[in-house]
């Protein structure tokens, strides 16, 4: 994987400039990235990726750089526990994709610390084909971090593919509680591969994470699982139709499909059923919306962390804070009044 391991910083770009992200670095790389230059988009995520304060300023700078670009992908996310076969299904429809002349990029994010470097390598060959076909790229997911930092460096990086001229972005997430909504929370489609199982595994999904799904992909229908894999369509088909009418589904969504990552069988028509609900809700102002929505909430995020970072750089608030804490603790002092003598402190 280009850039993978190297050191982040564009400053010494392929030229061998040393800049300190000055304008002309950053219009290069953005140009190079529109482009659509692999290397120059694998560098240009490890710098997002990276938490140094200097690289911070770089990736904000380079981001600004690509944002007249007006690209558009379609992106993509999909979430599934470990095993329904994530890997081995972005590797079938990467390549229905690519096939048809699209251009993919796969961005895997994990904010557990479950993925070690095995199961990248693992990854790698479940998507042999994919990762070595010139109109995809695959990046996986960075060492890990809070939940905060992971979703910002997602965005960034999403928000990069898209510059890059990527047709359809796929975000993979491992199923593990917040991370679904993260990811939900940057795609404008969401799907939630399942395991063809009895009828007691439909408790095992939680209903937040049915409710944020746009489509239901019971993998591996195939073989002897594919009559367990046909009930177990119909039981979220049931299920599905129990939920709440959204406003951004036309008639029949969101809906459960049967898929088979290893025969390929239904995979055209999973991607027939994404491109319907990405026109409906694209002609019906729900795409839009939806991109406008998340567009604010990201920015409301960056201003959180900001802040917060702010009083963490703050020694004598940083103490205050930590005193202030232990008696909340102890039931000295109310958290709302703790709050408010914090935020007193920092308006002197
Ligand atoms: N029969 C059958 N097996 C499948 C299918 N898709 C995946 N598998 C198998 O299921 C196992 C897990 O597949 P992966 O693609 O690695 O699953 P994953 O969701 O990426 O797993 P993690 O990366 O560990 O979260 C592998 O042994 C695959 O060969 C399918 O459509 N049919
Ligand atoms: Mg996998």
Redesign the pocket.
């Known amino acids: 994987m280009p850039g993978w391991t190297s050191c982040p910083s564009l400053g010494k770009s392929e030229t061998g400039q040393i800049g300190k992200g000055n304008g002309m670095d950053i219009a290069q790389i953005a140009r190079r990235i529109e482009a659509g230059e692999r290397r120059a988009l694998a560098r240009a995520i490890t710098l997002v990726e990276s938490a140094r304060e200097d690289h911070r300023a770089e990736a904000g700078a380079l981001l600004e750089a690509l944002k007249g670009s007006g690209r558009e992908a379609l992106r993509i996310g999909l979430s599934g526990t470990p095993g329904v076969g994530?890997?081995t299904f972005i590797e079938a429809f990467g390549m229905f994709l690519v096939e048809r002349g699209l251009k993919v990029a796969v961005l895997a994010v994990d904010p557990s610390s479950a993925r070690s470097g095995g199961?990248i390598l693992?990854?790698k060959t479940?998507m042999e084909q994919l990762s070595r076909h010139p109109n995809a790229f695959i990046r996986p997911s960075p060492s890990q971090t809070q939940l905060g930092g992971v979703a910002r460096r997602s965005r960034e990086a999403v928000a990069l593919c898209e510059a890059a001229g990527f047709d359809v972005v796929l975000i993979e997430t491992v199923g593990v509680g917040q991370s679904e909504t993260m990811v939900a929370g940057m795609a404008d489609l969401f799907l939630l591969l399942i395991a063809p199982a009895g009828g007691d595994e439909l408790q095992g999904v939680k209903r937040g994470i049915m409710e944020m799904a746009d489509l239901i992909l019971v993998n591996k229908a195939d073989g002897d699982l594919k009559p367990t894999a046909t009930r177990t369509c119909a039981d979220y088909s049931g299920a599905l139709r129990l939920l709440r009418k959204r406003q951004q589904d036309p008639e029949g969504y969101p809906r459960a499909m049967m898929v088979s990552a290893m025969t390929h069988d239904g995979i055209a028509e999973a991607w027939d059923a994404m491109q319907a609900l990405a026109t409906w809700r694209q002609e019906n102002g729900h795409w839009a919306g939806n991109r406008a929505a998340q567009a604010r909430s990201w920015f409301e995020e960056e201003l959180r962390a900001a802040l917060l970072a702010r009083l963490e750089r703050d020694s004598a608030i940083r103490n205050m804070v930590d005193e202030l804490g232990a008696s909340v603790a102890n039931g000295d002092t109310s958290p709302t009044k703790a709050a408010e003598t914090v935020l007193a402190a920092l308006d002197r």
């Open positions: 994530k890997s199961s693992g990854d479940r």
